[in-house]
């Protein structure tokens, strides 16, 4: 069996990215880590295997990919963001990597149409993550560099269209993704593989369990759950967790812990694992009572299982 815990950031993601991924990468909201992409792809894959993000934002998953002999196609809305994620293609090629890849510019839930008809039925592993948690997201240029008192955030938009999934609501997020993920179980082989990178988040003080509505969706798209493990967004040294927290995470902690919620860091990312089967089946879109189920399954006041440190 293996391990359920990876340890995906004995380095920092910017010492993961650096040399391997263009500068300008830095400034996307909600970058994948690495590490994450790699291993799945390390092992649930095999050179020469296809592998999909749908929502593919810098590119993570496929530089990853190219660099390990896979081919890759991502899907991504927003044209800056598609545009770096072909550059840090490029970028790869010109560093030895051996796989090829291709970006598409459009909405994900119409894949099927945006991705050639050669590649259905041909993929053999989804990597991809949700938008999610907002407050989770930026970075910061401090008084020293802005010549303001206090800190300025910047970087924490995917962008400003509205039709962008990052600004729906849970419910509609929910509808949405259930329909890329149904998508892309007709674009996977059988016995293809989905790795969902996901995590909760609380807003006014109630959790909001995105990973067991994502969960939910996969099912809903007709794709079969077969692990749920940790992916560490902290480091391990003798034996301990060692943090990693952007600015606003820690922010927000002890705002929160001044109020009398005990709050932790955030420590992990759930990785939700499916699989495509034979005998999986579904419908091609969300009806409104499966929306309410997912919804009801995504909004809780009881916390989740989860590393804290």
């Known amino acids: 069996m293996p391990d359920s815990v990876w340890p995906t950031a004995q380095r ?15 400034a996307h909201p909600a970058k994948m880590l690495p590490a994450i992409a790699a291993q799945a792809i390390a092992r649930y894959t095999s050179p020469g295997d296809l592998v999909l993000d749908p929502m593919c934002g810098i ?9 390990q002999g896979r081919h890759a196609i991502g899907v991504e809305y927003e044209p800056r963001w598609a545009h770096i994620a072909r550059s840090n293609l490029d970028h790869a090629t010109e560093h030895g990597a051996t796989g090829q890849g291709a970006v598409f510019r ?3 839930r119409n894949l ?14 989804v990597v991809t993550s949700p938008p999610y948690g907002s407050s989770l997201h930026g970075q910061v240029r401090s008084s020293r560099e802005t010549g303001q008192p206090g800190v300025a955030k910047h970087d924490y938009r995917y962008g400003t269209d509205p039709a962008n999934l990052a600004h729906a609501s849970t419910d509609h997020l929910l509808a949405a993704f259930t329909r890329i993920l149904t998508q892309c179980r007709h674009l996977l082989r059988p016995g293809g593989t989905v790795a969902i990178t996901t995590r909760p988040w609380r807003e006014r003080g109630e959790l909001i369990d995105l990973p067991s509505a994502v969960l939910a969706a996969g099912e809903a ?13 902290a480091g391990i040294r003798d034996g301990q ?19 009398g919620h005990p ?5 992990h990312e759930d990785l939700l694992i499916l699989k495509y089967g034979l005998t999986s089946c579904s419908s091609s ?17 009881q916390p989740t299982d989860a590393i804290r440190a």
């Open 106 to 108: 459009g909405d994900a």
């Open 263 to 267: 709050l932790h860091l955030i420590a």
């Open 221 to 233: 798209a007709g794709l079969i759950p077969t692990e749920r493990c940790v992916a560490l967004l």
């Open 285 to 301: 879109h969300v009806r409104p009572a499966e929306t309410r189920a997912l919804q009801r399954r995504c909004t809780s006041s």
């Open 112 to 125: 099927l149409e945006l991705i050639p008809q050669g590649h259905h039925g041909r993929v053999a592993l």
């Open 12 to 26: 920092p993601a910017p010492a993961q990215r650096a040399g391997r991924y263009l500068p300008v990468s830095a």
């Open 241 to 259: 967790l060692v943090t990693r927290p952007s600015f606003f995470q820690m922010k927000n902690v002890r705002d929160a812990r001044r109020a």
């Open 59 to 67: 590119g993570t998953t496929l530089v990853e990919a190219v660099h």
